[in-house]
């Protein structure tokens, strides 16, 4: 999941614009890995904004799949999240012998060689992402900007009914047997438990 942003590196103000597809595959998002059933379309506009920095902003569309907070259903949820993100291209000062600069990533100079990729770290001041040669890596930034789109409760719709709290039947199917006052299943190992816990109350 990466650009090529080689057209505008020569050229503060130059910009490029990508439409990307990525196919189905795992994604981090939200602190756990989540597997992408269906491609995610992913639009990008880069411009170099001079310094070696790149200024990318973009939009990804996605269908999640994750899992109703009130009925505990498996569904997936579309989402369009938007990202903002400066690159520093990183490079290694020239070594005191005079030797070729290294790419920043690690790699020593080569002579006539391209680094490709992105070291992926924040520069020191914590303004923008490194990236390597000719090439930004967005996978990311793309998944930052999924996490942060999803809610933080589920619904897989508003008239969603959730599930019995005393039968744990779910209730969109239909109505379950349990009465109003029925107790509730889930406490049953504790029954009783109450009433030996009470202290006796002692006559003076």
Not at 111 to 123: I, L, R, S, V, Y
Not at 171 to 180: A, F, K
Request: hydrophobic share 30%.
């Amino acid at each position: 999941m990466r650009i090529d942003v080689s057209p505008i590196l020569d050229e503060k103000g130059k910009k490029a614009r990508y439409h990307l597809v990525e196919m189905p595959g795992v994604l981090l998002a939200g602190g756990r890995d989540v597997r992408l059933k269906d491609p995610a379309d992913i639009d990008v506009e880069a411009t170099n904004t001079g310094g070696g920095v790149i200024l990318v902003r973009g939009s990804v569309r996605a269908r999640v799949p994750v899992t109703c907070d009130r009925c505990l259903t498996a569904f997936e949820l579309p989402v369009k999240a938007d990202f903002e993100e400066e690159f520093k291209r990183a490079f290694r000062p020239r070594e005191s012998s005079g030797g070729p600069a290294g790419d920043g990533c690690g790699r020593p100079g080569r002579e006539g060689a391209e680094p490709d990729g992105t070291a992926g770290e924040w520069t020191e001041d914590g303004t923008a992402r490194t990236f390597c040669g000719n090439h930004i890596q967005l996978r990311p930034v793309v998944e930052e900007a999924l996490t942060l789109s999803l809610p933080m409760k589920v619904i897989c719709r508003e008239e969603c009914k959730g599930l019995c709290p005393r039968c744990g039947k779910d209730l969109n199917l239909g109505p379950c047997n349990c009465r109003p006052d029925s107790p509730d299943v889930r406490m049953a190992p504790f029954a009783g438990l109450l009433e030996k816990m009470q202290i006796p109350e002692h006559e003076d």
